[in-house]
């Protein structure tokens, strides 16, 4: 599968090292895994492979396009980044990197950063406007180039941190899936790294030297609740190593007759 004669402009400069193949290796297996164990491949469809900039999106390019050269994605694969407006973003680094490296791209600027700016309170988190209106463009966007799904790179730690997230201040047992039908039932949403730890992302693209944009450009990244959930999962891993893969290997195995929600399990019948 790793045959190093032939190789994507992508992988142009790699590390010549044993813990890098493994690395990659275990990269590109987790992603055929998610992709494989949650059917999210159609043959013949296009997918739009949303990028930020940062370490994760670069991990998932990295990783699908590693996947469609040894043929083993039979999707086409349309990179899509979405400038948002935010202060300070070097609106050139990605377009500049994906035509150097030879992959299809759309990059769309719209300014949904005023936008929030003027719609949120002072001292209020933007994120979760910010992330309405990009997936409503994201959306607009796959319709307009006959994509049917849009790919993001929220990796393992993102499913963790988000079950938490909603056990904790959301009252209710629910993670990130790795794939979803959108509300019109128009679109899928895929997360192929959904098995990929984020160090793991971290190292790839770190090792790769790839133009990582940093992701709190907009400044308000202070005080999220999922910074918090981060910085608890990372005090319960240096106390106990392997606790982020066992809070993951849990959401996997669900036992309906054990929690309490009626819909889920026949109690009254039992």
């Known amino acids: 599968m790793f045959d190093e004669t032939e190789i994507h402009p992508l992988f142009h400069g790699a590390p010549d090292t044993t813990e890098f193949r493994k690395l990659r290796k275990r990269i590109v297996r987790q992603t055929r895994e998610a992709i494989e164990t949650y059917g999210m ?17 670069y991990t998932l390019l990295a990783a699908l396009v590693e996947l469609k050269w040894r043929g083993l994605l039979p999707v086409d694969l349309l990179a899509c980044n979405l400038d948002q407006g935010q202060p300070g973003f070097p609106a050139t ?11 299809p791209h759309r990059i769309e600027y719209q300014d949904t950063y005023s936008i929030v700016i003027d719609k949120v309170p002072a001292k209020k988190t933007y994120c979760a406007l910010c992330s309405r209106l990009r997936r409503g463009n994201l959306y607009r966007i796959a319709r307009e180039e006959g994509c049917a799904a849009v790919v993001l790179g929220h ?14 201040h959301g009252g209710k047992l629910a993670a990130m899936p790795p794939k979803l039908l959108n509300d019109e039932g128009d679109l899928y949403v895929h997360r192929p790294l959904a098995l990929v730890a ?18 709190d450009l907009c400044g308000s990244q202070d005080g999220l609740q999922r910074q918090r959930i981060k910085r608890m999962v990372d005090e319960w891993e240096a106390r106990s190593p392997g606790r982020r893969q066992i809070l993951f290997r849990a959401l996997t195995q669900v036992n309906a007759s054990h929690l309490l929600d009626p819909a889920l399990f026949d109690f009254k019948g039992l």
């Open 198 to 215: 984020e160090a793991d992302c971290e190292k790839f693209a770190r090792s790769m030297n790839y133009p990582i944009i940093p992701c």
């Open 41 to 57: 491949i159609r043959r013949g469809d296009r997918w739009l492979v949303c990028l930020s900039g940062g370490k994760d999106s």
């Open 155 to 168: 990796h393992r730690d993102d499913v963790i941190e988000t079950f938490l997230l909603n056990l904790f």
């Open 93 to 103: 680094v990605l377009p500049e990197f994906l035509t150097r490296m030879g992959v």
